[in-house]
């Protein structure tokens, strides 16, 4: 019998996350009458001592929550249990306290919210463990293996589109070049849906190669041919021409993507007749009001993760498929990812519209 379960956000945070808890916990109370505890900061709450977790209740949705960005319950990146980061740079191996905080909460199944990381690191503490587990794919990055749509791209998306209709009145009040730089990790995603939708010149991804003279060219065409400016999408993991990456090494010894924008703009600036300007999009991409898709797929995928529980069918992760919700062997999802195939037909929708998308 299933009494108690547990539901905890991991990874990058995005819009739609307080959607997809409140989705599971109605469905669990309303429904089933189960107890449903919200696990705080991935699987760090469960290392606490005491367990950093609360009973989440239908009254914690009454409001605001669903509409808001972000996780009330907290969520973590650099989380890892099984490779955990002390504070004096030391790597530790906490999985066991993790595995005996779910045992204290004498959970019956948790619900994993969490991109294709989190979900290998659920996979290898189901195994540890035997914990009975279901995940529900999250990232704006949309990279999640065998998903069309993971909770949080839609929203990230959108964000990355209203900058580009922000951007193009300023680009042509001031005849510049305005290139806009996203996020989505490895895959490029995010670049071609809101460069399409928000009328991009450019779109480049870190799929398919492109050459800086191709990019001047049609620049100078776009200008020759009349139009004073033009709008450039970049992802972030974009490389430079000689294929090395642009990243930044922060304060605390990471180095992260991000300086492509900048890269580009200098060049773009050095081989044509315009001004450059770079607007790095950032973080606003995740935390944003989640769009109502981001919504509704958080609520269809919360539902559909409590069924599964009650169906007593574990290690499986709900997912998008063929516009509709199914759900699939964890062991085929976990640490993998999938990136944009240059068969996308955004591909060839962006090269009808006549937007460069790189050399093929
Ligand atoms: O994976 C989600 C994501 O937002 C990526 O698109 C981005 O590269 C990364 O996380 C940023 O991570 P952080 O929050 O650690 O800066």
């Known amino acids: 019998m299933t009494n108690r379960i547990g539901i905890l956000t991991s990874g990058g945070d995005c819009g739609g996350l307080n959607a997809v808890i409140r989705a599971a916990t109605f469905r669990a109370i309303k429904d089933y009458g ?28 009454d409001g605001h929550l669903m509409r808001m960005g972000g996780t009330f319950l907290g969520t973590n990146n650099k989380g890892n249990p099984f490779r955990y980061k002390q504070k004096n740079g030391s790597i530790k191996d906490l999985s066991s306290k993790v595995i005996s905080g779910l045992h204290k909460l004498k959970l019956d199944a948790l619900i994993g919210i969490g991109g294709d990381g989190s979900m290998k690191i659920m996979q290898k503490l189901t195994k540890k463990s035997g914990i009975n587990f279901v995940g529900i794919p999250k990232t704006i990055d ?16 959108d964000v990355a589109t209203n900058a580009l209709d922000m951007l193009q009145p300023t680009a ?29 010149d450019i779109i480049l991804i870190p799929e398919i190669k492109y050459s800086l003279s191709s990019i001047s060219a049609h620049i100078e065409k776009i200008r020759s041919a009349g139009r004073n ?3 450039i999408v970049v992802a972030e993991s974009v490389r430079k021409e000689n294929g090395s990456r642009a990243t930044i090494k922060y304060i605390d010894g990471e180095v992260r993507l ?4 900048t890269y580009l703009g200098d060049e773009i600036y050095r081989r044509t007749n315009t001004e450059t300007r770079v607007t790095v999009l950032g973080h606003v ?22 069924d599964l529980i009650f169906q007593k069918k574990f290690n499986r992760v709900v997912v998008w498929q063929n516009r509709g919700v199914t759900d699939i062997d ?31």
């Open 258 to 261: 991000g300086g492509i924008g």
């Open 330 to 360: 964890l062991n085929q999802i976990a640490g993998k990812s999938k990136t944009v195939k240059i068969k996308d037909p955004l591909i060839k929708v962006a090269k009808g519209l006549g937007i460069y998308v790189g050399d093929i």
């Open 34 to 61: 189960w107890q449903v505890y919200g696990i705080k900061d991935g699987t760090l709450g469960l290392i606490k001592d005491p367990l950093d977790v609360i009973e989440l209740r239908l009254e914690h949705f």
């Open 229 to 231: 400016h033009a709008l």
């Open 172 to 200: 042509a009040s001031h005849r510049r070049t305005m290139i806009l730089e996203v996020m989505g990790r490895d895959a490029g995603y995010i670049a071609l849906n809101a460069g399409i939708a928000g009328g991009a």
């Open 142 to 157: 949309n990279d999640v293996m065998h998903n069309e749509l993971s909770i949080g791209y839609d929203t990230a998306v």
């Open 285 to 306: 991409q995740r935390g944003a009001q989640p769009t109502h898709r981001d919504r509704l797929i958080a609520s269809v995928f919360g539902v559909h993760a409590v």
